[in-house]
């Protein structure tokens, strides 16, 4: 019998900011089991006030061919853990440019801890 993995389901949406654009992304715990996809990612660790309303501290900023394998890399990573990094936020986009286009866009308007690249 075939063990199916269970998608996780986001906890919210999140609007980013950069120099230029509003980004909308979608926000899932760190360990979510996340589908293969391209996209732009932000590791972040994430408060809700007394009012209810989120608010994120940048771990990581990035763009990738494979969410998952990055995720799996950054997870294992001490940065992420020291930083108590705790949701990874995503906004899927298959066109290259444009990932390296938003990511770019993202890095210039918030200070991240850090970035492997």
Avoid: W
Avoid at 30 to 59: C, M, N, Q, W
């Amino acid at each position: 019998m075939k063990h199916e993995r269970k998608k996780s389901t986001k906890i919210s949406e999140a609007i980013f900011r950069g120099k230029k654009s509003l980004y909308s992304f979608e926000v899932f715990p760190l360990t979510a089991e996340l589908e293969e996809t391209p996209g732009i990612y932000v590791i972040s660790k994430r408060k809700t006030d007394k009012s209810g309303k989120a608010h994120h501290a940048f771990v990581c900023i990035g763009q990738t061919e494979s969410v998952l394998g990055e995720i799996k890399k950054h997870q294992k990573g001490k940065c992420v853990k020291q930083h108590a990094a705790n949701v990874i936020c995503l906004l899927k986009e298959n066109n290259e440019k444009n990932r390296v286009k938003i990511e770019a866009d993202l890095k210039a308007a918030h200070a991240t801890v850090c970035n492997y690249n």
